[in-house]
């Protein structure tokens, strides 16, 4: 994004975990902070997020399915350590994104909508993450200055990749790619 992003304040604030949230205990529930960012320029909008990401116990957790002996939930479904939640508090929605990845693209990906400073946000989120990948969590701010972000009244939903590519993305590997085809309608055999 435009600009280099600054920081203020003192660490984000760990959130409490819930209490048996899911059937885990107290210290296996996800670990959340709160960080705020701003575009610093006086007049700005104000980007609200909740930041999530996995525990070891989450990690580690297995699936309680019949014919799933020792799977790990969490990593069955492809979530890592690498993965975080960032949720819009603004609109309600967000997504699991993969800490390094180019922010445009998987925005894109996941539809959501989001507050206009949302893509500025995840892009320092992955530059931050870069820069410290052992003590990123730690040292992860209360409050975020983005610059460079222009003003908007409301927030938008990206319209997602075209049919094209969802249907390369969506395909099983190591199988031909299904193409999707509208059927002609069937003509009724006539009864004779």
């Known amino acids: ?54 525990t070891p116990q989450e990690l580690a957790y297995p699936s309680r399915m019949p014919g799933t002996p020792g799977w790990g939930l969490v990593r069955s479904q492809g979530w890592s350590g690498d993965h975080v939640q960032v949720f819009d508090l603004a609109t309600g929605e967000g997504a699991m994104f993969r800490l390094g990845g180019l922010a445009p693209a998987d925005l894109e990906k996941h539809q959501v909508w989001v507050c206009v400073l949302f893509e500025a946000f995840l892009d320092w989120l992955y530059r931050h993450y870069r820069a410290d990948q052992a003590g990123w969590w730690d040292t992860l701010p209360a409050v975020v200055e983005l610059p460079g972000v222009p003003f908007a009244f409301h927030g938008h939903r990206r319209p997602g990749p075209p049919e094209s590519v ?27």
Do not use: I
């Open 1 to 54: 994004m435009a600009g280099r992003a600054r920081v203020a304040g003192e660490a984000s604030a760990a959130v409490p975990a819930g209490a048996g949230v899911g059937g885990h205990s107290d210290n296996e529930a996800m670990e959340t902070r709160f960080v705020e960012a701003h575009q610093g320029d006086g007049w700005s909008n104000w980007g609200k997020f909740a930041v999530s990401r996995f």
């Open 166 to 192: 969802r249907v390369r993305l969506h395909r099983r590997p190591g199988r031909r790619p299904r193409t999707l085809r509208r059927r002609r309608p069937q003509q009724p055999t006539p009864v004779v």
